[in-house]
Structures are given as structure tokens and as C-alpha cells.
């Protein structure tokens, strides 16, 4: 049971514009969440978080929002470089343990 | 400082066989988690070590265990392999507990069955 979906396997966006990833959850415990960048033959690595408490966290080219009734949250990266290309996982824990729930992925082409 | 380290990179393995990975954290890190990538399934939690006691476990079989050193590196093995078992397997390591902690991730240990 996929408690973190990502229903967008695939996005590409042409270079300088904006890029939104998107990503739901089913847990209404979830109270802390993550995006997390994954280049080839690497490991994921820490992009963004934002806690339950608040519904945006912004840092430089990258914002986190977070619709706790709609149990949405999106990723929205301006102006999206070709650097940016990698694979995007959106994740989600209780916050209380280190376990987190990853989506699946999306493949984010940023074509120059 | 170095990052978290895992081996080894790729090997292949015949079912029925077992394989131990290993992972070394980042220094000073005490917690250590483990999460199996398989294409359509994303990272699936496996176990978490924190001062060499598991205190998280996903929803796994029993074949799938591991362990952590005083030293905070950490192994896990997986018994009587599966063809399912083909994954990438990534270990992360973070300073202590709870989901605010940012892991930090290895480049992952890619296990073929044949």
C-alpha cells in the first residue's frame, strides 16, 4: 500500500521556466516531509523539507507547499536549469521515527 | 568529511545464495537506516539502527536482517535470495532519531539475482 504516490512518473520543462512536482499522501499522521534529488549511480540526496505546521518553506530556486486537506504537496523550482535533471522522491514521516515513506519518483528533464 | 560509504558497489548472486552489505556512516552519525529501490516500488523502508539496537522495522520478511557495530558502521544480509531480491540497496546514516533528521544517503549497493 503506497501511503506516498507520485503519480507523475516523467516531466520535462524547457530551461528558465518553473518546474512543479507533485506528490499525495494517504496518512494523515504524516507531520514532516521531504524532497529528496537522485542523480544515476548516486544516492538520494536532501533537497527540501517543510514541517506539518506550516503550508510553504522557501530556499533559492526551490519551494515546498503543503495542502494538509487535500493531502498535496508540491515542489516548484524557478527558473529550472539543466542541472536540475535527476529524479525527484517525495517523502514523508510520523517525525517520531526515522522511517520515511518515499514516492516513487519523477524524472525532471530540464531541456536547455 | 566523508560521505556514507557502502560495498560493495555491484554483485551478482544465484538464488538461494545470501549476501551481506556493508555500510559505514558518516562520522559521528548514530543512526543508520536501510531502504531497498526497486523500479515502480521507490525506496522501501527496511530497518533502522540506532547504538547497535534496530528501532524501526518495515515490512519485510524474516531473510532480510542486519546489525550495527560500536562503531555505528552496519551490515545487513538477506538469506535464501530471491529473484524479487534485485534491487539497489541504499544505506543512510543521520545524527539520532526521528524523521526531522535529514539522512544522508550512500550510492547504494546493486544486487542482481539470477
Known amino acids: 500500500d503506497q501511503q506516498v504516490k507520485q503519480n507523475s512518473p516523467s516531466l520535462s520543462v524547457q530551461e528558465g521556466r518553473i518546474s512543479i512536482l507533485n506528490c499525495d499522501y494517504t496518512?494523515?499522521?504524516?507531520?514532516?516531509f521531504l524532497w529528496y534529488k537522485k542523480y544515476p549511480a548516486e544516492g538520494p540526496t536532501f533537497l527540501i523539507s517543510i514541517s506539518s505546521i506550516k503550508d510553504k518553506n522557501e530556499d533559492g530556486r526551490f519551494t515546498v507547499f503543503l495542502n494538509k486537506s487535500a493531502k498535496h504537496l508540491s515542489l516548484h523550482i524557478v527558473p529550472s536549469q539543466p542541472g536540475d535533471s535527476a529524479v525527484y522522491f517525495c517523502?514523508?514521516?510520523?517525525?517520531?521515527?526515522?522511517?520515511?515513506?518515499f514516492g516513487t519518483g519523477t524524472r525532471l528533464t530540464v531541456i536547455p | 568529511k566523508a560521505g556514507v560509504t557502502q560495498t560493495p558497489r555491484y554483485l551478482i548472486k544465484t538464488r538461494g545464495q545470501q549476501v551481506t552489505l556493508s555500510c559505514s556512516p558518516i562520522s559521528g552519525h548514530r543512526s543508520v537506516s536501510w531502504y531497498q529501490q526497486t523500479p515502480g516500488q521507490g525506496l522501501q523502508f527496511l530497518f533502522e539502527y540506532f547504538s547497535e539496537t534496530q528501532r524501526n522495522k518495515g515490512n519485510f520478511p524474516g531473510r532480510f536482517s542486519g546489525r550495527q557495530f560500536s562503531n555505528s558502521r552496519s551490515e545487513m544480509n538477506v538469506s535464501t535470495l530471491e529473484l524479487g531480491d534485485s534491487a539497489l540497496y541504499l544505506c543512510?546514516?543521520?545524527w539520532g532519531g526521528g524523521g526531522a533528521n535529514v539522512l544522508t544517503f550512500g550510492a547504494g549497493s546493486r544486487l542482481t539475482v539470477l
Open positions: 543512510a546514516s543521520s
Open positions: 496518512n494523515s499522521m504524516f507531520d514532516y
Open positions: 517523502a514523508a514521516t510520523t517525525g517520531l521515527a526515522n522511517n520515511l515513506f
